[in-house]
């Protein structure tokens, strides 16, 4: 809804690619109490022989700092101030900072600028409530149950040292380093290493069989692209194993005692019923978080929107910039990270592109699916999350109500995706 704001005059012409340029007037009166405000912030800093600071006349101010300064440091807080009126005077959804071009800015006279800035697209949702999504149903077979008796029995198992070349499914007690250049990625702390290749980094049970305790092995080990660490995803490093210990694992038989030992009720029976819900509890957790994920794409393919790249290079900023945080606390710079990947700034952005632009699809057809069905946001909702983010930290009036906006739409977009997943249910 477009708030009157008087005196405050707005006219919008929009311009291709989803630019809106808004050329902003405001009464004289505007500038004369921007100026007044100025004085006394400038005053308060200056030293003016006779008077306390802050208490020394605005003429004694201005001829002390020269009219340049004072309109100076009036325009700088009341232009920002006068666009975010003008935005919201005009109801203008601008995303990124403006273009600013100053017109009059000067006392007695009316203040005159221009800000050109992006605006989010119209998105076309289609007939979205006929959009519908097939949900899986995952069985639980025999062999999944065997499967998890298997790591039932592993878990209360028994590790026996022997003297011989290490087999699969040894447990080995040894340190292991990686490494690339000087730095360090893993500290040869002890460990316990089970060569089993459903487990560990592909190449690393190959690299130990064979080895007895006492033995050491240096060797380049690549690794994966699900990788913890996502700065060492795809990275070769050094690797380098000392054993210590050489222990072959002791399964207990699969009876009535493992149940016991296990809490799983007094039988094996029982011990099968339990794992075999639990299973089947887990494969319907999967199935709802893969329908969930399913239905978001649906909706994302669905819409047609004109994405301005703006978006899609904010999208990357934010990305960059989490990023940067994550390498930080662990002591590696941006740089050093595209080094060892053997990529660029401009190669990272550009193998994220894509993702990117989904991602943006997706939060304007979540935006635009939450105005076409209404929804609203629970602002006692707000008020708690805004109190959980924030915590025991200080917030400045500017802060919050930003915590506060960004809070919201959250809730927003959350609440947009449920009712997405009740349309793909044909629950419309």
Do not use: N
């Amino acid at each position: 809804m477009t708030v009157a704001d008087p005196g405050l005059s707005v006219f919008v012409e929009r311009k291709p690619g989803w630019v809106a340029e808004l050329s902003v007037e405001a009464p004289a009166a505007e500038m004369d109490r921007a100026v007044e405000a100025a004085g006394r912030r400038i005053g308060a800093r200056l030293r003016i022989p006779g008077f306390r600071p802050g208490k020394a006349p605005a003429a004694l101010v201005e001829r002390a700092v020269g009219w340049e300064a004072l309109r100076k440091e009036a325009a700088e807080t009341l232009i920002p101030q006068l666009y975010a009126r003008a935005l919201e005077q005009a109801g203008v959804d601008a995303v990124g900072d403006p273009s600013l071009t100053l017109g009059t800015v000067d006392r007695g006279q009316p203040v005159t600028f221009t800000a050109q800035v992006t605006v989010r697209p119209e998105v076309d949702l289609g007939d979205y409530a006929q959009m519908r999504v097939e949900e899986q149903h995952t069985e639980v077979a025999d062999a999944d149950l065997d499967a998890a008796l298997e790591d039932v029995r592993r878990r209360h198992s028994d590790l026996r040292e022997v003297s011989r070349p290490a087999q699969a499914g040894d447990v080995l007690r040894c340190t292991l380093t990686m490494g690339r250049g000087e730095e360090v990625h893993s500290a040869d702390d002890e460990r316990d290493l089970e060569l089993d290749r459903d487990r560990l980094v592909p190449g690393l049970v190959d690299a130990l069989l064979g080895l007895e305790a006492g033995a050491q092995r240096t060797f380049p080990l690549t690794l994966p692209a699900d990788y913890p660490r996502e700065e060492l995803r795809g990275v070769t490093v050094q690797a380098d194993a000392h054993i210590l210990a050489v222990r072959e694992r002791l399964l207990p038989a699969l009876d009535d005692e493992l149940a016991r030992r296990d809490g799983s009720g007094e039988t094996l029976e029982e011990m099968r019923d339990r794992y075999r819900r639990l299973l089947v509890a887990e494969a319907a957790r999967h199935d709802e978080e893969a329908f969930r994920s399913q239905v978001l794409v649906a909706l994302r393919e669905r819409v047609k929107v004109d994405i301005p790249a703006l978006l899609v290079e904010r999208e990357l900023d934010e990305e960059e910039a989490a990023l940067r945080q994550r390498l930080s606390t662990l002591g590696l710079r941006f740089e050093t990270y595209l080094g060892y990947a053997g990529s660029t700034r401009e190669q990272f952005r550009a193998e994220r592109r894509q993702a990117a632009t989904d991602q943006v699809r997706l939060d304007l057809a979540l935006r635009a699916l939450a105005v076409a069905e209404q929804l609203e946001v629970d602002e006692a909702q707000v008020d708690r999350e805004v109190a959980e983010i924030g915590g025991a930290r200080t917030l400045t009036a500017d802060q919050r109500r930003r915590l506060r906006a960004l809070t919201r739409d959250d809730l927003l977009r959350r609440a947009a995706a449920e009712r997405a997943v009740e349309i793909a249910r044909g629950r419309g």
